[in-house]
C-alpha cells in the first residue's frame, strides 16, 4: 500500500512537472491539475488564455450560465450543468459562472 501510494505521489509530481504545472497567460488566471484532471479558473475581466494539457483554450464571453471559449482552434459554448463536450482532445464541462470568473474542468 505504502508503494502504491509513493507511485501515485511521483506520477501526480512527474505529470505535473511534464504540463509544466501549466502554462498561464493573463492576470489572476489559475490553473490546478491533478494527475488525470485540471481545473482551469479564469477572471472574466481579462482576455485570458491559458495552455492546459497541451491544448490552448482563450475566453471569449460568458453570461450567468455559460461560457464560449476558443479551444484548440474551434469555438465552444458549454453549459453549467451539461455533460462534459470532447474538443481538441480533451473533455470540457464547465463548472461554475461567477460575476468576476468561470470555472472550467479539462481532462483527457
Not at 49 to 59: D, K, N
Not at 67 to 80: D, E, N, P
Request: glycine fraction near 8%; hydrophobic fraction near 45%; charged fraction near 20%.
Amino acid at each position: 500500500m505504502l508503494i502504491s501510494s509513493r507511485r501515485r505521489r511521483v506520477a501526480a509530481v512527474l505529470v505535473s512537472a511534464a504540463l509544466g504545472a501549466a502554462l498561464l497567460t493573463g492576470c489572476g488566471d489559475d490553473v490546478s491539475c491533478g494527475v488525470d484532471q485540471c481545473t482551469v479558473t479564469i477572471q472574466r475581466e481579462t482576455d485570458a488564455s491559458v495552455e492546459v494539457l497541451g491544448v490552448r483554450a482563450e475566453f471569449v464571453s460568458a453570461d450567468d450560465d455559460t461560457v464560449t471559449l476558443q479551444v484548440a482552434g474551434q469555438q465552444v459554448t458549454l453549459t453549467k450543468g451539461q455533460q462534459a463536450v470532447e474538443v481538441g482532445g480533451l473533455q470540457l464541462s464547465l463548472s461554475s459562472v461567477t460575476k468576476s470568473a468561470v470555472q472550467v474542468q479539462v481532462a483527457k
